[in-house]
Nanobody, 121 residues
Framework: QVHLVESGGGLVQPGGSLRLSCAAS????????VAWYRQAPGKQRELVAF??????????NYANSAKGRFTISRDNAKNTVYLQMNSLKPEDTAAYYC????????????WGQGTQVTVSS
């Protein structure tokens, strides 16, 4: 069973940057597509970005709200996936989570505790 630990969140001013980390343990996540999600208070969890496995070409995809500002990457040696977030906006405020997408909007693994990102002046 994969155990996920997200970190790197915090309070940042609009226009600032953060780098989130998703460290996995219990199994290698290299074969899997991994995604970052976020959930703001009172809203549904939404997918922000995903990255495929090396075998699938390390393809990335972003939600429209993240395009041009966020970059997802992975370090298979560290069993970790990252989300570099630049030009942050107040509407990016949310708890951020990572997981492997599964059909029917499900996820493969148990959710971690997430990391809180707050963008405010």
């Amino acid at each position: 069973q994969v155990h996920l630990v997200e970190s790197g969140g915090g309070l940042v001013q609009p226009g600032g940057s953060l780098r989130l980390s998703c460290a996995a343990s219990g199994a290698k996540i290299e074969p899997y597509t991994v995604a970052w999600y976020r959930q703001a208070p009172g809203k549904q969890r939404e997918l922000v970005a995903f990255i495929t496995s090396l075998a699938a070409g390390l393809r990335t995809n972003y939600a429209n709200s993240a395009k041009g500002r966020f970059t997802i990457s992975r370090d298979n040696a560290k069993n970790t996936v990252y989300l570099q977030m630049n030009s942050l906006k107040p509407e990016d405020t949310a708890a951020y989570y990572c997981n492997a997408p599964a059909p029917e909007n499900k996820s493969l693994w148990a959710w971690g505790q997430g990391t809180q990102v707050t963008v405010s002046s």
